[in-house]
């Protein structure tokens, strides 16, 4: 035999000098929930160690981050119920305690990058993405609320603005909307290739941002479809976007590579909530190894191509193999 490819694997040294693909924490987006308050760590049932946090804790928990070399974070708000409306005007009113806070946190951690979410969801009173009428999803009435938000937002001192809402258009939007708010050096990570997916549960729960009624099926796109994320592609990159996002991640690693092999802007890969309970229930039943599983499925969505992963496991990793 002339090839005998394990001769490579023979030992460790060998294996890491021919790694392909490597994981480091900068790779790696912590998600971070907010509430209103004080003194609140509250564990999200569905997602062992990950909490809704008040402001004060919240400070703290991001300090142990960064001390790991964690710095990259998105944080998503879960807002009373009475705050919310048809329009989701919270979402870009001066007192939003989401906007205050990431005020604070950018003056305590200047070095952090902060990204943020933008979609009617949290806010509104019927779950939605989009501005709702008559049961239908209204894309172009939509649009000059979420440029609200994303300049409120920018000003607030995001990093990042992060559009998950999938409505058509709102890229071009949102990149208008910061630039003649003077909010030019604010980039735009879009959810690009988002999927209307069912993995997405203990994120709702986390957030009570389930949609009242119906699902998210007209904006949302079908997970049946892989060339329909080039269209979304081409579109957000034309539009302005600095990064692309996919999805989920771990089952749409095909659509993650498909991204990365026919575009050049940075991808990011959303490991979402419930891609992550299947492992922390699995690991509880004692089907499998949290410890080995865990870093097995954040480098297979490295391997697929994606530059950073947002992950519920971020800090976890940074604390093991950081
Ligand atoms: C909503 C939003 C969702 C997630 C991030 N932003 C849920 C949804 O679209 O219904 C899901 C993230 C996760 O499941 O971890 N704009």
Request: with cysteine; hydrophobic share 40%.
């Amino acid at each position: 035999m002339n090839q005998r490819p394990r001769r490579n694997r023979r030992t460790p040294a060998l294996r890491n000098m021919v790694r392909e693909t490597r994981m480091t924490v900068d790779n790696l987006i912590y998600p971070l929930f907010l509430v209103d308050g004080k003194k609140i760590k509250k564990e999200v049932k569905s997602l062992p160690g990950n909490y809704r946090w008040s402001l004060d804790l919240l400070l703290g928990e991001i300090e142990e981050c960064m001390d790991l070399g964690l710095r990259n974070f998105i944080l998503f708000p879960a807002v009373r119920e009475s705050l919310k409306d048809k329009k989701a005007t919270y979402s870009h009113h001066p007192k939003n305690f989401y906007l205050k806070a990431a005020k604070t946190i950018k003056k305590r951690f200047p070095e952090c990058c902060l990204i943020s979410d933008v979609a009617m969801d949290p806010y509104s009173s019927d779950g939605h993405d989009g501005l709702v009428k008559k049961g239908m999803i209204l894309n172009d009435l939509t649009l000059p609320i979420l440029g609200k938000m994303a300049v409120a937002q920018a000003r607030a001192g995001f990093d990042l603005i992060g559009p998950s809402d999938m409505m058509d258009g709102r890229i071009g939007f949102i990149r208008r909307a910061l630039d003649q708010a003077g909010c030019e050096d604010t980039g735009i990570m879009s959810y690009c290739a988002k999927y209307a997916s069912a993995f997405y549960g203990p994120f709702r729960d986390a957030l009570d941002s389930a949609p009242k009624a119906g699902d998210k099926k007209t904006y949302q796109m079908d997970p049946a479809n892989k060339r329909e994320a080039l269209i979304e592609a081409k579109l957000d990159i034309v539009e302005g976007a600095d990064f692309l996002m996919v999805k989920p991640a771990i089952h749409y690693l095909d659509v993650i590579h498909s991204l990365r092999e026919n575009t050049h802007l940075p991808i990011a890969a959303y490991h979402v909530s419930g891609e992550c309970a299947m492992l922390v229930a699995a690991a509880q039943k004692g089907w499998l190894d949290f410890d080995q599983a865990m870093p097995e499925a954040l480098l297979s969505i490295r391997r697929a191509g994606a530059d950073v992963i947002l992950t519920y496991f971020a800090k976890m990793w940074a604390a093991k193999y950081g």
